[in-house]
């Protein structure tokens, strides 16, 4: 079964889990965790977002870019990063 963390930290076989992660279990190895609060069996729902299926052969249109207030006409992505100026204190 899948686990969703609700609250904290949980650790499950040797592995942390933070609030929102999803895990495989058995019932019976998180059942403490499942009474106290901290997991919950994770259900997978439907998004409700459109999907490409939704709106047929033409994918996404500039109505649905218009309405979530996204654009791809002016990003561009810049591969020329230096990472000396990410990282704080970074050695030369």
């Given at each position: 079964?899948?686990?969703?963390?609700?609250i904290?930290?949980?650790?499950?076989?040797g592995?942390?889990h933070?609030?929102?992660?999803i895990?495989?279990?058995?019932?019976?190895?998180?059942?403490?965790?499942?009474?106290e609060?901290?997991?919950?069996?994770?259900?997978?729902?439907?998004?409700?977002?459109?999907?490409?299926?939704?709106v047929?052969?033409?994918?996404?249109?500039?109505?649905d870019?218009?309405?979530?207030?996204?654009?791809?006409?002016?990003?561009?992505?810049?591969?020329?990063l230096?990472?000396?100026k990410?990282?704080?204190?970074?050695p030369?």
């Open positions: 079964m899948r686990f969703q963390v609700q904290g930290t949980v650790k499950h076989n592995v942390f933070e609030k929102g992660a895990f495989n279990a058995h019932k019976k190895d998180v059942a403490h965790l499942i009474g609060g901290a997991v919950v069996q994770f259900e997978e729902t439907e998004p409700d977002r459109k999907t490409d299926s939704d047929g052969s033409g994918g996404i249109t500039s109505e870019t218009e309405q979530d207030g996204h654009s791809d006409d002016n990003q561009e992505l810049n591969l020329n230096d990472t000396d990410l990282i704080v204190n970074a030369k």
